[in-house]
């Protein structure tokens, strides 16, 4: 059966497979959870359908979370479907590839301001927009990254978005406490996803992150999955407010390991 058996929700952030929504899709469907996904635009749609089909029976829901109308319409669909929901996965985020490299300083108003939309105040509008339909012991779940607590290369708005998006996780958390709904973060080590793509000579942050974790290599989709399950089964039942780190243990490292092989970024890519 699962430990998600009987527990319904929605996943929002797919977008090829490769992506740390679809990681967490794969492992709450092995444990036997019911899903929607939501989509943004028709070239995602094109994208998610095959992936959505290999689970089966999974509904694909059109909505841009920049949208209060989008949203609304969203979540009255996902209350026809499935009355109240369990969980709801947050994999979101949005930064133009020009601000991923060289300084945080050069960024423009109108750049930092859509970053902080889709990146940190759509999660909560997420949570607004749910609230009527969240089922007593929900959990709700976002993606965040150790470049909201540590000044990452070519990171940039995107750690200072996600730094407010951590603390958007610890006030939702009271406020949603006393109805028994949890709300947590998940920091994930760098993964080759589309996003991680538009970030200047992540091939580098990969290799660096691999030879300098505890565990001497770099995060799964499955890893991901797994901690994502936990948050959102009732095996969490008493955690909320946290960000949770799967990154290998890297987030404890405070200088290069001993043992690790110097890298250059000129010999590196995204491919590596």
């Known amino acids: 059966m699962g430990i998600m ?10 977008a090829n497979d490769k992506s740390l929504a679809w990681g967490i899709a794969q492992t709450l469907s092995k444990q036997g959870a019911k899903m929607a996904f939501s989509y943004q635009s028709e070239v995602i749609y094109r994208r998610v359908k095959p992936l959505a089909e290999s689970l089966g029976g999974i509904e694909l829901i059109e909505c841009d979370v920049t949208d ?11 209350g026809d479907k499935f009355g109240k929901i369990d969980f709801i996965v947050h994999s979101i985020a949005f930064a133009s590839k020009k601000d ?10 109108n750049n930092f301001l859509n970053s902080m939309n889709v990146s940190c105040y759509s999660f909560t509008a997420v949570c607004q927009h749910a609230s009527n339909y969240l089922a007593d012991g929900a959990s709700i779940l976002t993606l965040t990254y150790l470049g909201a607590e540590r000044v990452m290369p070519n990171y940039n708005v995107m750690g200072v ?17 006393g109805r028994n709904i949890r709300i947590n973060g998940l920091s994930a080590g760098p993964v080759k996803t589309l996003a991680a793509s538009g970030i200047d000579n992540f091939g580098y942050i ?14 799964t989709l499955e890893d991901v999955g797994g901690t994502a399950v936990f948050l959102l089964s009732d095996l969490s039942s008493g955690v909320t407010g946290e960000i949770i780190h799967t990154d290998s ?15 250059s970024i000129s010999a590196l890519s995204v491919a590596d």
């Open 5 to 14: 058996a009987h527990k319904k929700g929605l996943i929002m952030g797919v």
């Open 206 to 219: 990969f290799k660096w992150n691999q030879y300098n974790a505890p565990l001497k290599r770099n995060t």
């Open 161 to 177: 978005a996600k730094a407010a998006l951590e603390a958007s996780v610890k006030y939702l958390a009271v406020d949603f406490g």
């Open 100 to 109: 991923l490299v060289g300084k945080y300083v050069d960024i423009s108003r």
């Open 68 to 78: 209060d109308e989008s949203l609304k319409s969203l979540f009255e669909q996902l």
């Open 249 to 263: 243990g890297y987030h404890i490292v405070g200088m290069k390991a001993a043992d690790a092989p110097d890298i």
